[in-house]
C-alpha cells in the first residue's frame, strides 16, 4: 500500500549547514545561528539579564537566577540527546545572542523531545521562535526523533501562536493554565509549505533594499574618471532616490556634495557600492553596519578568488556583514541594476545600461555580464534586473529565484551558472518558480569528468554533467547550450505567448530554409502537420500555381507582403496549427519592412480576436530585426537562421509541456522496515566493511520491499550443490566477494547448471579464475540462486555526487549497460512523475512496451521499485553506491526481481553534510 508524500528534499533550509549558518528574519535583517557551547557562556549571561521577567518566567516556570538559568541552557548533549542553537547578531567582534531553543529527548531511544524557546523582547515578533522551530524540528528528525512536546503558559500567546502557525499538526491540551501542546515534527505538506512561503518573504525583504533603496551611497567614489568608483557614481546620477558620493579626500564630485565617511551622511542610505582597496573593505563594512546600511554591492576584488589568504578575508568580511544584519552581493562582483523607469538603478561599472523589459538576469561572471548586457541591448530586449553575483559570499542565485518569484517585472528569469552552492535548494526553488514563469540557464564547464575512478556501473556511467541535466529537467528549467541559445529562447518567451502544442505552420518564400527549419523542428520535438484539405484549398486560391500549399507552406520567392498576411492570417486562424515561423530571404522584389509590417498586420488582427497562438520569424538578413517587429503592443522574436528559430520553439514547447503535467508527489510506502536497514548499514560500517554481503544487502532490500531473487551464499563446492539440490536446478552459481565489483571481469557468474557436477565445476572453475589472478583471497564464497530465464533485463544503480547528493540511474541491465549507455539519471527524491519519464526516457522503451514477440514489460513494477529505491537511499545515508542489476521484468501484474545487487556504505562523517 501507498500513499502520498510531499516533496522534501533533504536540506529545505537555506543554509548549506542546518546547525550553523544564516538565518533571515521577518523584517529581511539576517543574524547567525549555530549550536550553543560552554565558551557561549558570557553571552548567555548577558541575554538572560537583558530578558523581562516575564519572559524568563514563561521559559523556566519560574524567574531562576541568571547563572541558573545559564546552566540549564548549557547543559552537555549531543544532537542525539539535545541541541540548543543561539541565534546572534553584532559580528564576530561585538556579538549579542538575541534568542535560543533546545530540544531535549526523553531518553536514549525514544522518538519524542522537548522542545522550548527563548526570544530577547526587542527581537519578539520578528519570526524567531518559528525559525528555530523548524531548525530544531530537522536537527531532530535526522536523528530519529519523531514528535515534539512543549509546555506553555495558556497568558504565553506569542508562543503558541509559534506553534499553531508553524504548519505541524499540534494537538493542544489545557489543564490548571498550562498547555500541553504535542505534534509530529515529520514533515507534512503544510509545514513545508508554509517554511517556504516565511522564507521567501523574509529573503524579498532582505533584498528589497538592493534594487529599491532610498539612498545610495558609493563608498570610494574617486574624483578620478578613469576610476571604478567614478564611472559607478556617474552611472548612478540617474537613480531616482538619493545619491551620496563617499571619499575623506574630496568636498564635491561629478556635481555632487561628497562625505568623508557614510556615518557622515545625515539622510538614511539603504545601499552602500563599495569600490576601495582591499586593505580597507573591512573597516568600510564596519562602519556601514553602524550607520544601519540594510545592503552591500562590494565591487572590491581580492577575496577568495585569490587563494587561501583571500579566503579568510571573505570569511571575516561576511562575518561582518551578517553580524549587522546586512545582506552582501560580491565581493568581485561587476555590480547590479534596476532598470524601471522609477528607479534607475545602475549600480554597477558596466558602460552598458540595458532597455527596461520583463527579463532578470544573474550572472556569476563579471566580465560575461558585460558581454551579456551588450547582446541584450543590441537584440533590442529589455531587463528589468541585473545582478553580478561575483564571489557569492551571501546572496546567490537562490535567494535572487526567490525575489523574481512574484516580482511584477519580471516575466522571464535568465540564469549563467559556473557552479552550485546548494542545488538541493536549488532544485527546490526553481520548481516552484518554474510553475509560474520560466527560468532560463547556462552551466558552464559542462565538459569536465569529477571525481574518483568509477568502481561500479552507475558511477562510471554518472558524471557532475548528468547531475545538472538531471535537476534541471526535473526542476523544469529550460537549458541552453550557448549565451546565443539563451537570447534566443529569451526573446521568444519574453514576447510571445507558451505554445499549446507542437505543431508548427512553417510559411516560407523558399524550399531550403524550410526545409532546414522542418528538419530542426522535428528534431527539437516539434511536428510539422500537413495542412489541412481546406487550408490548402484556400491557400491555392491566393498563391501562384508553383506554390507548396502542404507544410512548410513555399509561397515561393515572388510571394509578396499581401501573400505573408493573408497565409499567416489563415495558419493563425486554423485550429491545426499551434505555432507560426515566417520565413524570408529577400530577392529584391520586397522589402524586408514591407514583410514586417504585413506580419504585425496579420498577428494584430489576429490577437483582436483572441488569438494567442506563438508566432516567431525569420529574416535572412542583415537588417535590423529587431525593431522591424516591434511594435507599440507586440514583439515578434526574429532570428538570422531558421535553425536557431526551431530550438527556441522546441525548448519554449518543452516548458509549456512540462508546465502542463501534474507534478509529481513522492510516494510513501508502509510497509517499510527502515529501522532494520540502517541496522544492518551501522553493523557493516563496525566491522569496517565497505560493500555489503549477500546476507547484508538481501536484508537491505529486504526491509525496503525490494524484490530480491532468493538465494544462500556456501562456503565451497559441497555447500553450493547441497543449496542447488533445496533449490532445484537449474540454478547459478555466482562469485560472492566484498571486494571484486563486476563478477563477470572473474567468470564470477555460471549459470543454467542443471546437476551437482555443473555446480561443482562451477564453483572450481571461479576458484581457479581467481587463484590465476592472486585473488582467491577475496573469495567470501559461492551464491547460490535459482535460475530465472524469462523477462526484460533493467538496471537501476545510485551513486553519491559529492554536491548533489544521490543520483539514480535507470537504463536496459545486463553486461551491455556500459557499453550500450542507455540509461536516464534522476537526483533523488524521485517523485512518480520522475520515475514515470525515467522509464520512457531511455532509448530502449520500445522495448519494454513488447516489441517482435516479446511481452511487455510490468512499468508498474519498475516505477515501484525505483520510487523505493528512491526512498532507501534518501533515509540510509550511508549508502553511497547501490547497483541492481539485472533485474529482470515480467509481464504486466507479474512484477520484477532482482537478480543481483551491490551496495556500498561509508561512514555518514563521510557524506555531504
Not at 535526522?142 to 500567546?157: D, P, S
Not at 507534512?188 to 533594499?209: C, D, F, G, N
Not at 516560407?508 to 522535428?522: K, M
Not at 508527489?665 to 532494520?676: E, G, K, S, T
Request: hydrophobic letters at 45%; glycine letters at 8%; one cysteine or more.
Amino acid at each position: 500500500m501507498t500513499e502520498p508524500r510531499h516533496i522534501y528534499y533533504r536540506a529545505p533550509l537555506p543554509q548549506e549547514s542546518v546547525e550553523a549558518g544564516l538565518v533571515i528574519l521577518r523584517d529581511g535583517s539576517t543574524a547567525e545561528i549555530r549550536p550553543a557551547t560552554e565558551a557561549d557562556r558570557p553571552l548567555i549571561r548577558n541575554f538572560l539579564s537583558r530578558l523581562s521577567p516575564e519572559s524568563r518566567i514563561h521559559r523556566f516556570f519560574g524567574d531562576l537566577p541568571i547563572e541558573r538559568a545559564a546552566n540549564e541552557l548549557l547543559k552537555p548533549g549531543s544532537a542525539e540527546t539535545r541541541m540548543s542553537l543561539l541565534v546572534l547578531t553584532g559580528g564576530q567582534e561585538r556579538p549579542v545572542v538575541i534568542a535560543e531553543g533546545e530540544y531535549v529527548r526523553e531518553g536514549p531511544q525514544a522518538t519524542t523531545a522537548e522542545v522550548a524557546f527563548l526570544v530577547d523582547d526587542t527581537y519578539q515578533g520578528k519570526g524567531l521562535g518559528t525559525l528555530l522551530l523548524e531548525r530544531l524540528a530537522l536537527i531532530a528528525a535526522r536523528h530519529g526523533i519523531l514528535h515534539f512536546n512543549a509546555t506553555t503558559e495558556l497568558r504565553n500567546r506569542r508562543m503558541l501562536e509559534v506553534f499553531r502557525s508553524s504548519g505541524f499538526q499540534v494537538v493542544e491540551t489545557v489543564e490548571d493554565g498550562f498547555v500541553e501542546i504535542d505534534f509530529s515534527i515529520v514533515p507534512s505538506s503544510e509545514s513545508v509549505s508554509r517554511a517556504e512561503m516565511r522564507e521567501q518573504i523574509a529573503t524579498v525583504a532582505s533584498l528589497r533594499p538592493f534594487f529599491k533603496p532610498r539612498g545610495v551611497a558609493v563608498i570610494g567614489a574617486s574624483r578620478d574618471s578613469k576610476g571604478i568608483g567614478h564611472r559607478i557614481l556617474l552611472h548612478l546620477k540617474a537613480f531616482a532616490g538619493e545619491l551620496y558620493p563617499i571619499n575623506p579626500n574630496a568636498q564635491e564630485i561629478a556635481g555632487l556634495k561628497a562625505f568623508a565617511s557614510v556615518l557622515d551622511v545625515a539622510g538614511e542610505v539603504e545601499l552602500a557600492v563599495i569600490a576601495t582597496p582591499v586593505d580597507t573593505v573591512l573597516d568600510v563594512v564596519k562602519e556601514c553596519g553602524v550607520k544601519g546600511v540594510r545592503s552591500l554591492v562590494i565591487i572590491t576584488a581580492g577575496f577568495a578568488e585569490t587563494g587561501e589568504r583571500g579566503r579568510e578575508l571573505q570569511e571575516a568580511l561576511r562575518a561582518e556583514v551578517l553580524g549587522h544584519g546586512m545582506r552582501l552581493v560580491g565581493p568581485n562582483c561587476l555590480g547590479i541594476m534596476n532598470a524601471s523607469p522609477d528607479v534607475r538603478l545602475n549600480a554597477s561599472f558596466a558602460p552598458v545600461f540595458p532597455p527596461y523589459g520583463p527579463i532578470a538576469m544573474s550572472s556569476q561572471s563579471g566580465a560575461l555580464g558585460l558581454a551579456v548586457l551588450e547582446m541584450a541591448r543590441d537584440l533590442g530586449l529589455g531587463l528589468s534586473h541585473f545582478v553580478s553575483l561575483g564571489n557569492k559570499a551571501d546572496v546567490s542565485g537562490n535567494d535572487l529565484l526567490q525575489y523574481w518569484e512574484d516580482d511584477p517585472d519580471t516575466e522571464v528569469i535568465l540564469l549563467y551558472l559556473e557552479s552550485f552552492g546548494n542545488p538541493q535548494r536549488f532544485a527546490r526553488l526553481a520548481r516552484r518558480v518554474a510553475l509560474k514563469k520560466p527560468v532560463l540557464a547556462v552551466k558552464a564547464g559542462r565538459s569536465q569528468v569529477g571525481g574518483k575512478a568509477a568502481m561500479s556501473h552507475t558511477a562510471s556511467l554518472a558524471a557532475s554533467e548528468t547531475a545538472v541535466g538531471a535537476l534541471f529537467r526535473q526542476a523544469g528549467v529550460i537549458r541552453a547550450d550557448t549565451l546565443k541559445d539563451l537570447f534566443d529562447v529569451a526573446a521568444l518567451l519574453a514576447d510571445q505567448p507558451l505554445p499549446a502544442g507542437p505543431r508548427v505552420a512553417v510559411i516560407s518564400n523558399a524550399g531550403g530554409p524550410a526545409i532546414l527549419a522542418v528538419d530542426t523542428l522535428i528534431a527539437a520535438g516539434m511536428e510539422v502537420p500537413e495542412a489541412s484539405e481546406q487550408v490548402q484549398a484556400h491557400l491555392r486560391q491566393i498563391l501562384p500555381a508553383a506554390a507548396s500549399t502542404q507544410n512548410p507552406i513555399d509561397m515561393i520567392a515572388s510571394a509578396s507582403d499581401d501573400h505573408y498576411r493573408e497565409v499567416v492570417e489563415i495558419a493563425l486562424e486554423d485550429s491545426g496549427f499551434d505555432v507560426v515561423m515566417v520565413i524570408f530571404i529577400p530577392v529584391g522584389l520586397v522589402s524586408v519592412d514591407a514583410i514586417a509590417q504585413a506580419v504585425r498586420e496579420a498577428v494584430s488582427s489576429a490577437r483582436r480576436r483572441g488569438n494567442r497562438k506563438p508566432v516567431v520569424a525569420c529574416i535572412m538578413s542583415r537588417h535590423n530585426l529587431a525593431e522591424s517587429f516591434s511594435s507599440e503592443t507586440e514583439r515578434i522574436p526574429s532570428y538570422r537562421f531558421p535553425e536557431a528559430a526551431a530550438r527556441a520553439l522546441g525548448r519554449a514547447w518543452a516548458y509549456a509541456h512540462w508546465r502542463e503535467i501534474p507534478q509529481g508527489h513522492l510516494v510513501d510506502h508502509i510497509d517499510l522496515n527502515i529501522q532494520r536497514a540502517r541496522e544492518v548499514c551501522w553493523a557493516a560500517q563496525e566491522r569496517g566493511e565497505s560493500w555489503l554481503s549477500p546476507q547484508d544487502y538481501d536484508a537491505v532490500l529486504g526491509a525496503f520491499g525490494l524484490p530480491m531473487l532468493e538465494g544462500r551464499v556456501a562456503d565451497d563446492a559441497e555447500g553450493a550443490v547441497r543449496i542447488a539440490e533445496e533449490f532445484g536446478y537449474p540454478v547459478v552459481v555466482k562469485l560472492a566477494s566484498r571486494s571484486l565489483v563486476h563478477k563477470s571481469e572473474w567468470d564470477g557468474v555460471q549459470v543454467r547448471l542443471e546437476n551437482a557436477a555443473a555446480v561443482r565445476s562451477a564453483c572450481q572453475h571461479i576458484s581457479a579464475r581467481l587463484e590465476s589472478a592472486q585473488q582467491l583471497s577475496a573469495l567470501d564464497g559461492f551464491l547460490v540462486q535459482p535460475m530465472v530465464t524469462t523477462g526484460i533485463e533493467v538496471m537501476v544503480g545510485v551513486t553519491e555526487d559529492p554536491l548533489f547528493g544521490p543520483l539514480i540511474a535507470f537504463g536496459l541491465g545486463g553486461v551491455h549497460v556500459e557499453i550500450l549507455r542507455d540509461v536516464v539519471f534522476r537526483i533523488t527524491p524521485l517523485t512518480d512523475r520522475d520515475a514515470t519519464e525515467m522509464i520512457k526516457g531511455i532509448r530502449g522503451y520500445r522495448l519494454l512496451q513488447g516489441y517482435r514477440g516479446i511481452d511487455p514489460a510490468d512499468q508498474e513494477a519498475i516505477e515501484d521499485l525505483l520510487l523505493r529505491v528512491s526512498r532507501l537511499v534518501e533515509e540510509i545515508p550511508e549508502i553511497v553506491e547501490l547497483d541492481l542489476n539485472p533485474i529482470k521484468v515480467h509481464p504486466p501484474g507479474e512484477g520484477c526481481t532482482i537478480l543481483d545487487a551491490r551496495i556500498r556504505v561509508k561512514p555518514p562523517a563521510a557524506l555531504r553534510q
